[in-house]
């Protein structure tokens, strides 16, 4: 579960020994600090440039992750080998190659550097959560999010498994909360999409649906449900590897992580927005009930006007002829049975979601955020099949 325990937490408050990275957090705007389970990680256009954990046997100790100067190593700080994976004794030796870190990344995830792909959706989607934190009525607590423990096998359309390596359900790029209203809040798990060839995330050699919109869908839908009906996550994956524990609550996961995270900025001072801000004390937060409990929201940026590619994928509101053939509706009747080795969605799993489409890309600001009243709706009935009974 994600948080920082209390001796590992007060060392980032007032007069702690690492009460110089908020200082610096809060000076940089395009940077956001991730809480994770008692580390952190501080990312920039959506690559960590800083890792601070606690080790056993050496206490806390800071690590850069090498992949990001692996073309330019001649970029890479001489005083890094001398702290790198070491017990740190000043975090201002950390800090003073912030600046440097920082910058290697940008580049890296911008494709300044030679031989890199310019990371679109990881930028795009930290300029997501630096507008939502800015001053809206959402606030994105965490990004880059899987359920610990949420694991099960890869079945075939005939339920047998198959033997592709376990998959993680209920991820995200974002995850936000609203504002609370009598201490009750609804959490979003958002992903955030840039250009039309993000949207189909299919891999034809494997047969794999990954991570487009059909992928994401499928991987939430079930999760998404068990919180909204307060049941218990199972799988055979947990059942054999966790015979004493094979569920897990995941709406109890979820809400102590936002008390967890959301309590730890309050208390460093790392919120700004006033919708957020003036929340004494988040441990009297709750869900809201049933289906306002959680929702699954697409973010479409770089999307052209006019264009159906999004309803395409999803096999609703669009000529039968256009729609992909790897498309929600036509997985959810089993159409693709006989062509894909493929467990699928079941109308009964499926969910409602919202969805915005913007032409603004992640080289842009200034989104369109404010989700009840911008973000489109497509429920679960457009789903049905109108020649069945």
């Given at each position: 579960?994600?948080?920082?325990?209390?001796?590992?937490?007060?060392?980032?408050?007032?007069?702690?020994?690492?009460?110089?990275?908020?200082?610096?957090?809060?000076?940089?705007?395009?940077?956001?600090?991730?809480?994770?389970?008692?580390?952190?990680?501080?990312?920039?256009?959506?690559?960590?440039?800083?890792?601070?954990?606690?080790?056993?046997?050496?206490?806390?100790?800071?690590?850069?992750?090498?992949?990001?100067?692996?073309?330019?190593?001649?970029?890479?700080?001489?005083?890094l080998s001398s702290i790198k994976g070491k017990t740190i004794e000043d975090i201002k030796d950390?800090?003073?190659?912030?600046?440097?870190?920082?910058?290697?990344?940008?580049?890296?995830?911008?494709?300044?550097?030679?031989?890199?792909?310019?990371?679109?959706?990881?930028?795009?989607?930290?300029?997501?959560?630096?507008?939502?934190?800015?001053?809206?009525?959402?606030?994105?607590?965490?990004?880059?999010?899987?359920?610990?423990?949420?694991?099960?096998?890869?079945?075939?359309?005939?339920?047998?498994?198959?033997?592709?390596?376990?998959?993680?359900?209920?991820?995200?790029?974002?995850?936000?909360?609203?504002?609370?209203?009598?201490?009750?809040?609804?959490?979003?798990?958002?992903?955030?999409?840039?250009?039309?060839?993000?949207?189909?995330?299919?891999?034809?050699?494997?047969?794999?649906?990954?991570?487009?919109?059909?992928?994401?869908?499928?991987?939430?839908a079930k999760i998404v449900n068990l919180v909204r009906k307060n049941k218990l996550y199972e799988?055979?994956?947990?059942?054999?590897?966790?015979?004493?524990?094979?569920?897990?609550?995941?709406?109890?996961?979820?809400?102590?992580?936002?008390?967890?995270?959301?309590?730890?900025?309050?208390?460093?001072?790392?919120?700004?927005?006033?919708?957020?801000?003036?929340?004494?004390?988040?441990?009297?937060?709750?869900?809201?009930?049933?289906?306002?409990?959680?929702?699954?929201?697409?973010?479409?940026?770089?999307?052209?006007?006019?264009?159906?590619?999004?309803?395409?994928?999803?096999?609703?509101?669009?000529?039968?002829?256009?729609?992909?053939?790897?498309?929600?509706?036509?997985?959810?009747d089993n159409k693709q049975e006989e062509k894909l080795n493929l467990d699928y969605i079941t109308?009964?799993?499926?969910?409602?979601?919202?969805?915005?489409?913007?032409?603004?890309?992640?080289?842009?600001?200034?989104?369109?955020?404010?989700?009840?009243?911008?973000?489109?709706?497509?429920?679960?009935?457009?789903?049905?099949?109108?020649?069945?009974?």
């Amino acid at each position: 579960m994600r948080g920082l325990n209390p001796e590992f937490e007060k060392e980032f408050l007032e007069n702690g020994k690492f009460r110089g990275i908020i200082e610096y957090v809060k000076k940089q705007d395009d940077v956001f600090l991730g809480v994770r389970e008692n580390y952190i990680n501080l990312y920039v256009d959506g690559g960590s440039f800083f890792k601070l954990e606690y080790k056993s046997r050496k206490g806390h100790v800071g690590s850069f992750d090498e992949k990001y100067y692996k073309y330019c190593i001649e970029r890479k700080p001489r005083k890094l080998s001398s702290i790198k994976g070491k017990t740190i004794e000043d975090i201002k030796d950390w800090i003073n190659l912030f600046p440097d870190l920082k910058k290697i990344v940008k580049d890296y995830q911008e494709k300044i550097i030679p031989k890199t792909k310019k990371s679109r959706e990881k930028i795009l989607q930290q300029k997501l959560v630096h507008e939502f934190n800015k001053n809206s009525n959402y606030f994105a607590y965490d990004i880059e999010y899987a359920i610990k423990g949420a694991i099960d096998y890869v079945y075939d359309t005939k339920k047998n498994r198959t033997n592709k390596k376990p998959k993680t359900e209920g991820r995200a790029d974002i995850l936000l909360i609203s504002k609370p209203v009598n201490n009750k809040i609804t959490i979003y798990f958002m992903e955030v999409k840039e250009g039309l060839g993000a949207l189909s995330g299919i891999n034809l050699r494997e047969v794999s649906l990954g991570s487009g919109i059909v992928g994401h869908l499928k991987n939430n839908a079930k999760i998404v449900n068990l919180v909204r009906k307060n049941k218990l996550y199972e799988s055979e994956y947990r059942r054999i590897h966790y015979p004493k524990n094979p569920t897990i609550d995941i709406k109890k996961i979820l809400l102590q992580e936002v008390i967890n995270i959301m309590s730890f900025y309050h208390k460093c001072g790392l919120i700004e927005n006033k919708n957020f801000k003036d929340i004494d004390d988040y441990s009297k937060i709750n869900l809201k009930e049933d289906d306002e409990a959680i929702k699954l929201v697409f973010f479409l940026g770089n999307y052209p006007e006019g264009c159906e590619s999004f309803e395409h994928y999803l096999g609703i509101r669009c000529d039968e002829k256009l729609t992909s053939d790897f498309s929600v509706k036509k997985l959810l009747d089993n159409k693709q049975e006989e062509k894909l080795n493929l467990d699928y969605i079941t109308y009964d799993n499926m969910i409602g979601f919202k969805y915005i489409k913007t032409t603004k890309n992640c080289d842009q600001n200034g989104f369109e955020l404010e989700i009840e009243d911008k973000y489109k709706e497509i429920r679960k009935e457009e789903f049905k099949d109108k020649t069945s009974n």
